[in-house]
């Protein structure tokens, strides 16, 4: 008799692996930290709210937390240089952050909030 159930995999080790999870004092990008840190990586994470971000490293099991609006470019360069500075590698870079606002607002750098964080934020 055969079993249709596939055997689940064991998880793949991250041990040692260094990874930057944005967006993740919440949802999915809270689960990606949690999940990376279980499997041994060295997760740092990216969130605007202090209090929230302390939080949610802890809820992880992130080693390091920053702290950053990333929809204002000048900040993210400041956090991408921060993490540079206290790790110097980075193995695994996840980019979750991001947001659809229903009204346009601009950034205090006088862009489109949305267009900054979702799409120029990535690629600074």
């Known amino acids: 008799m055969t079993s249709d159930r596939t055997p689940t ?3 793949h080790s991250l041990h040692d692996q ?3 999870v944005t967006g993740a004092t919440g949802g999915i990008g809270l689960i990606t930290a ?15 709210d202090p209090e929230r971000t ?9 080693r390091d937390h920053i702290l950053a609006d990333l929809s ?19 193995d695994v870079l996840v980019n979750n952050a991001g947001a ?4 346009r607002a601009e950034t205090r750098e006088g862009i489109e909030q949305t267009w900054a964080l979702n799409h120029l934020s990535p690629s600074c």
């Open 100 to 103: 659809f606002n229903a009204r």
């Open 18 to 20: 260094h990874v930057l």
């Open 72 to 90: 204002e470019l000048a900040q993210t360069r400041r956090a991408a240089q921060e993490y540079a500075d206290r790790h110097g590698r980075l």
């Open 34 to 48: 949690r999940e990376l840190a279980a499997r041994g990586a060295h997760v740092t994470i990216v969130g605007r």
């Open 54 to 62: 302390r939080r949610a490293a802890q809820q992880t099991g992130a």
């Open 9 to 11: 995999p064991a998880p």
